[in-house]
């Protein structure tokens, strides 16, 4: 594991050297042993031998490791893994993940990376769609965005909040036209009134970009955004993201019952300072708490 390490540190030396410097100093034997005798089992060792180099990453201001996904302390390891428990212990395994899995990664709006304890291979946990493996270990999971760096195929923005991206077909194709990136998620908000012009947001990595009737409009940094309110709509939680004063549109309003709203989740995870948890608790109460500001 530590000479694939020693690899990939080399490539974000030189490419993305804002990740290297929000790793934590490695965490000690008795931290480790502490969180591998709360959970019950060893960790795998090619994990362990990783956190005793670097005990996940800062929690501060910073970009993710992986995508959408920054790495955890072991703190927040343990934090996690009893939050899947208790998500077992309501829904059972079959609408969560299996009980060896240990998050060692989040994205803030609920999705995990995970190592499987008893395999050592790594699976994605997604809160609401089926969950996937993606690598036979956590070296190769390593050795995979090694790779990926390694030959370019790649976008990172320390600005963004996100870590390493990986290129999917559609980044190869905006090459070429500038068209819209894989990454990019976009949320349609047809009105009801006819004589309306429908709205398209676009949630990018940087940015939400607002369209009328297909016509970009405009662009509003995730760094500019005011504020994040959720209320109530027909019965369903509606979210209110304010834009900055003298923009053309001073809001942007997406009940959660349209498609793809979900997609905003995950972007609204990386604003600085997001509670994840305070917006869930919003969700479930607007019929009874009336407007919640959970950002700004």
């Not at 960790?43 to 031998?49: F, I, S």
């Not at 956590?138 to 870590?163: C, M, Q, R, V």
Request: with cysteine; net charge negative.
């Amino acid at each position: 594991m530590k000479k694939i390490w020693s690899r990939l540190e080399g490539e974000l030396t030189l490419k993305a050297s804002a990740i290297l410097e929000s790793l934590n100093p490695g965490a000690n034997e008795v931290e480790v042993e502490a969180l591998e005798e709360f959970i019950g089992q060893e960790l795998p060792t090619d994990y362990r031998d990783f956190v005793t180099l670097h005990n996940g990453q800062s929690q501060e201001s910073n970009p993710g490791f992986f995508d959408m996904f920054s790495l955890m302390p072991l703190d927040l390891v343990q934090e996690s893994w009893e939050e899947l428990e208790g998500l077992r212990d309501d829904t059972g395994e079959d609408e969560t993940c299996p009980g060896d899995w240990l998050p060692f990664a989040e994205d803030g709006a609920g999705d995990m990376l995970c190592v499987e304890l008893e395999s050592g291979s790594i699976s994605k946990y997604v809160s609401n769609d089926e969950n996937e493996e993606i690598a036979d270990s956590f070296e190769s999971w390593l050795a995979d965005i090694h790779a990926t760096i390694k030959n370019g195929e790649y976008n990172f923005d320390p600005a963004s909040g996100f870590g390493i991206e990986p290129k999917g077909p559609d980044d190869h194709e905006e090459e070429e036209d500038h068209g819209v990136g894989d990454d990019d998620e976009e949320v349609v908000m047809d009105s009801d009134d006819d004589d309306a012009t429908a709205m398209t947001y676009k949630f990018t990595a940087k940015m939400i970009e607002l369209y009328e009737d297909e016509e970009k409009v405009g662009s509003v940094p995730w760094g500019d955004i005011i504020r994040v309110r959720v209320s109530s709509y027909a019965g369903d939680p509606l979210i209110s993201i304010n834009l900055p004063d003298g923009n053309d549109h001073e809001e942007i309003e997406i009940p959660t019952s349209v498609a793809n709203s979900d997609k905003l989740f995950k972007f609204l995870g990386k604003l600085k300072g997001w509670d994840k948890d305070a917006f869930k608790e919003a969700l479930a109460n607007t019929a009874k708490d009336g407007e919640i500001i959970v950002w700004g």
